[in-house]
């Protein structure tokens, strides 16, 4: 059995995965600081300030035991208080529609070097002598 599963992960499409898997990985951490770092700022910026991630909705009571600020997202939701994180939501959201747009450009762009590579190349031109019988021919003709 080992054997078996050592010939199963040596298989190309194995390792191919594998890689896509961990650059996968690595290029949403890129993305998401992207958008956490560089275009929700922005965009908080033209809406006069807003910090997107800050927006909630508090579901829950706050425990009276809670030192941190009601105002923010990443205590109230690390005290365990039931909440509504719509500006997270909306940056993770944000996050996907860069990561598949990126995505699609990358498969695009793979499949224009495909088709390429599939065209069948242009015919080689035709030797001097070929031409010269085939002008040959047609004056004959005449």
């Known amino acids: 059995m080992l054997a078996e599963f050592r010939n199963f992960i040596a298989k ?3 390792l191919d995965l594998a890689v896509a898997v961990i650059i996968g990985a690595a290029f949403a951490t890129i993305t998401k600081s992207l958008t956490d770092d560089i275009i929700m700022p922005i965009v908080g910026f033209l809406f006069g300030g807003v910090d997107f991630s800050s927006h909630f909705i508090i579901l829950g009571e706050i425990p009276t035991d809670f030192n941190g600020s009601p105002a923010n997202y990443a205590d109230m939701k690390a ?3 039931a909440l509504l994180g719509w500006g997270e939501f909306l940056t993770v959201i944000i996050n996907f ?3 598949a747009f990126i995505i699609f450009l990358i ?3 793979a499949s224009k070097f495909a088709k390429a590579e599939d065209a069948p190349a242009a015919p080689a031109p035709d030797p001097e002598d070929v031409v010269l019988l085939r002008e040959i021919r047609d004056l004959l003709k005449k």
């Open 12 to 14: 190309g499409n194995v």
């Open 79 to 81: 005290a365990g208080v």
């Open 107 to 109: 498969v695009r762009q």
């Open 97 to 99: 529609m860069i990561l």
